[in-house]
């Protein structure tokens, strides 16, 4: 089976330009979660989304930032305009149908925005 | 919210040689995972391990609910298993993972 599949692996854009990040998460897996990695702040949750439905939406840093799941296997996190401080890596998760099941990650999107 | 605390921060080994990463957390917890995040970035799932002991090949973990601690051992460490070690635990029905800050292992040959 695939596991979590994420595009573009890198992007580089420059400030004020829309970065749109995708997600196809594992067949069956009933949640999807989006992470962001950062040398300060480390690994932290930004959205997750059950059957398809955001559930909590806490950790998005600011209205920059979007998160949609049109269908069970398709989410995009779309930042709208982009900042030099949104350069991370943006991880995108699974996880079977009960929420505190084992979660498997993608291979994350670097984002560097100049 | 819950905290989650690695040590040692660092480690560096020779390689042949064993170790043990030790995860605190500081409340109840129905999900307990470590993953290895390799030099290109990605994290790989070790374990799922929210009780119990578990072992996968020369890696093995511990976690005691009721002390609220879990331990990884890495024994005969190799230079491939460089990188850094990641805790993370939930609680509650979300299912939402909180990350410790990492171990940093680096194995020389």
């Known amino acids: 089976d695939a596991g979590v599949i994420q595009s573009p692996r890198h992007e580089v854009t420059e400030m004020g330009q829309e970065v749109t990040l995708r997600c196809k998460p594992i067949?069956?897996?009933?949640?999807l979660f989006w992470y962001r990695q950062t040398m300060m702040r480390g690994l932290e949750l930004l959205i997750y989304?059950?059957?398809?439905?955001?559930?909590?939406d806490s950790g998005m840093p600011e209205d920059r930032f979007s998160a949609k799941m049109p269908n069970a296997s398709f989410s995009t996190l779309k930042i709208q305009p982009s900042e030099p401080r949104d350069s991370a890596v943006y991880f995108c998760?699974?996880?079977?149908?009960?929420?505190?099941?084992?979660?498997?990650f993608g291979p994350g999107t670097r984002l560097t925005v100049l | 919210g819950i905290q989650v605390e690695q040590s040692p921060p660092d480690l560096i080994l020779q390689e042949g040689a064993n170790s043990t990463l030790r995860c605190n957390f500081s409340?109840?917890?129905?999900?307990l995972q470590w993953f290895h995040q390799n030099p290109w970035g990605q994290l790989i799932n070790l374990f799922y391990?929210?009780?119990g002991t578990k072992q996968n090949g020369r890696l093995s973990a511990t976690t005691v609910a009721t002390e609220r601690y879990s331990l990884l051992y890495i024994s005969s460490s190799q230079t491939t298993d460089s990188g850094v070690y990641f805790c993370?635990?939930?609680?509650?029905?979300?299912?939402?993972?909180?990350f410790g800050q990492g171990t940093t292992l680096q194995v020389k040959p």
């Open positions: 998760a699974s996880s079977p149908r009960q929420g505190y099941n084992e979660q498997f």
């Open positions: 067949s069956g897996h009933d949640y």
């Open positions: 989304f059950n059957n398809n439905v955001p559930i909590d």
């Open positions: 409340d109840s917890v129905n999900n």
């Open positions: 391990i929210p009780s």
């Open positions: 993370a635990v939930s609680s509650g029905n979300t299912g939402k993972l909180i």
